[in-house]
C-alpha cells in the first residue's frame, strides 16, 4: 500500500461510537464480530452487561463527545486499525481517550484496545 493513500473512516466503528454515545449496548454489539462476542462472553460480558454499565456510565454523567479520527493503517490482508480519540466528559471534566478499532475482513469489529 503506498503510504501517502488515505485509509477512510469505517462505517462499523462509526456506527459503534454512535451506539457508545447513546449508550446503546446492542448497537454496540451489532457491530462486533463473533470472536470478540467469545472473548467478552469468556469473562460474563454479554449484550446486558454491556447495557448495565452503559445506563451506569450515563447516570454518573458521564457523556461521549465527537470522536476524532486520527487515521487507519492496514494490519496484513484481513485486517485494518483505526485510531481514534474520544472525549469523554464527566462531572470531573474531559478526559480524551485513545482507541484503536480493528476491522477484519467481514467488516465487524474484532478488537478494540
Given at each position: 500500500?503506498?503510504?501517502?493513500?488515505?485509509?477512510?473512516?469505517?462505517?462499523?466503528?462509526?456506527?459503534?461510537?454512535?451506539?457508545?454515545?447513546?449508550?446503546?449496548?446492542?448497537?454496540?454489539?451489532?457491530?462486533?464480530?463473533?470472536?470478540?462476542?467469545?472473548?467478552?462472553?469468556?469473562?460474563?460480558?454479554?449484550?446486558?452487561?454491556?447495557?448495565?454499565?452503559?445506563?451506569?456510565?450515563?447516570?454518573?454523567?458521564?457523556?461521549?463527545?465527537?470522536?476524532?479520527?486520527?487515521?487507519?493503517?492496514?494490519?496484513?490482508?484481513?485486517?485494518?486499525?483505526?485510531?481514534?480519540?474520544?472525549?469523554?466528559?464527566?462531572?470531573?471534566?474531559?478526559?480524551r481517550?485513545p482507541y484503536?478499532?480493528?476491522?477484519?475482513?467481514?467488516?465487524?469489529?474484532?478488537?478494540?484496545?
Open positions: 500500500m503506498p503510504r501517502n493513500r488515505t485509509v477512510e473512516r469505517a462505517p462499523v466503528v462509526e456506527q459503534y461510537l454512535k451506539a457508545q454515545a447513546s449508550f446503546d449496548a446492542g448497537g454496540m454489539w451489532n457491530t462486533i464480530g463473533e470472536e470478540l462476542k467469545q472473548q467478552l462472553a469468556s469473562s460474563n460480558t454479554d449484550v446486558q452487561a454491556l447495557q448495565d454499565e452503559l445506563n451506569k456510565a450515563r447516570d454518573s454523567g458521564r457523556r461521549y463527545s465527537t470522536p476524532l479520527y486520527v487515521g487507519g493503517v492496514p494490519m496484513d490482508s484481513q485486517s485494518i486499525a483505526y485510531f481514534y480519540v474520544v472525549p469523554v466528559d464527566s462531572p470531573n471534566g474531559t478526559t481517550v484503536i478499532y480493528v476491522v477484519g475482513s467481514d467488516g465487524k469489529i474484532d478488537a478494540i484496545q
